[in-house]
């Protein structure tokens, strides 16, 4: 384009949405056609490996809407990738990354482009508390960022979302990262730009249910606490100290209750079963521990990519290094 006006990317990872992203595309288009005097725009839609017809609706929506452009991947690779996909191949000056189910409102984005033109390179959202949501997740949802605070040393803050703002810049950093096992709000952190906030409360689904499943979201909480912290790997430091500790007390107190009764063959058998237990218990854990750790480098050093794409919008011209990798 010949325009001097700044372009926006819009990356919007899509997994069986093919009830919701016609609404959210009407809510998207909407908001970007109002920005039209100032910005150019492109929306990247990343269909994560859909069994149903959302590349379907999202080839339909290309034709009727220039600013369309999509990937494709072969199989389900999980949001980070798709975000990371998305971040990989968008060409705006500000990249914004966000839920295609239209809980991530889509009025907020001129708010995220203002705090982009005060300077910031990354613009966060913080995610109100959601009633409608469930207790259990609620407080699973508390629980993860009070232990990623305590274990890490970069500070990510609960209810922030994927829905952020990103300069270029940025947005290249990220993309020139290899990691496997992506935690995409820690890694943003991580980085050190300087960032802004906006609060927004999250929208209710206009059609289908919420693909995150609880194992989904243990694996992410997985990615953020072993990516981003070697505290784990002392954890059978402590476990030992706490295993001497019970131990000792339990040894203390066999011994007093022998002295008392006269009995030494009292509580002794007991006092065995349970120093047994307790440093078997801790040998494992440690075992696990150090095997998640082992595991994620093991992944990291076959070089697999991060996904792979079965199709792609004809216009879209990938970058040299995504051609090669998904070059037959």
């Not at 288009?29 to 990343?46: C, G, K, N, T």
């Not at 790997?233 to 007390?249: D, E, N």
């Amino acid at each position: 384009m010949g325009s001097s006006r700044p372009r926006v990317s819009v990356v919007c990872p899509a997994f069986e949405e093919e009830a919701c992203l016609p609404h959210f595309h009407a809510a998207l288009a909407a908001v970007l056609d109002s920005l039209a005097h100032a910005y150019d725009a492109e929306i990247i839609y990343v269909d994560d490996g859909s069994r149903d017809r959302t590349l379907d609706v999202v080839k339909s929506l290309a034709r009727q809407d220039s600013r369309v452009r999509f990937l494709s991947f072969s199989r389900n690779f999980g949001q980070q990738a798709a975000l990371s996909a998305g971040l990989e191949v968008a060409g705006g000056d500000a990249i914004i990354t966000m839920d295609s189910d239209l809980q991530h409102p889509p009025e907020l984005i001129p708010q995220l482009l203002e705090q982009w033109r005060d300077g910031h390179d990354v613009v966060l959202t913080i995610r109100a508390d959601d009633k409608r949501l469930g207790l259990g997740k609620r407080l699973t949802s508390k629980l993860f960022y009070s232990v990623m605070r305590r274990l890490s040393e970069t500070d990510v803050r609960p209810a922030r979302s994927d829905y952020r703002l990103l300069s270029r810049k940025v947005a290249g950093v990220l993309a020139r990262m290899n990691e496997r096992q992506r935690f995409l709000r820690g890694l943003v952190q991580w980085l050190g730009f300087s960032v802004a906030e906006v609060p927004f409360h999250p929208n209710s689904r206009k059609a289908g249910a919420s693909k995150y499943s609880f194992r989904s979201l243990l694996r992410l909480a997985g990615d953020g606490i072993f990516s981003f912290s070697a505290i784990p790997l002392r954890l059978p430091y402590y476990l030992g100290a706490a295993c001497f500790g019970v131990g000792l007390l339990a040894t203390v107190m066999v011994l007093a209750r022998c002295l008392w009764s006269g009995d030494w063959t009292i509580g002794i058998g007991w006092a065995v079963l349970v120093a047994m237990h307790l440093i078997g218990g801790c040998l494992l854990v440690a075992l696990g521990v150090l095997g998640e750790y082992v595991g994620r480098i093991y992944e990291q050093v076959k070089q697999r990519p991060l996904y792979v794409l079965k199709d792609q919008s004809p216009e879209f011209a990938l970058p040299a290094r995504i051609e090669q990798r998904n070059a037959a």
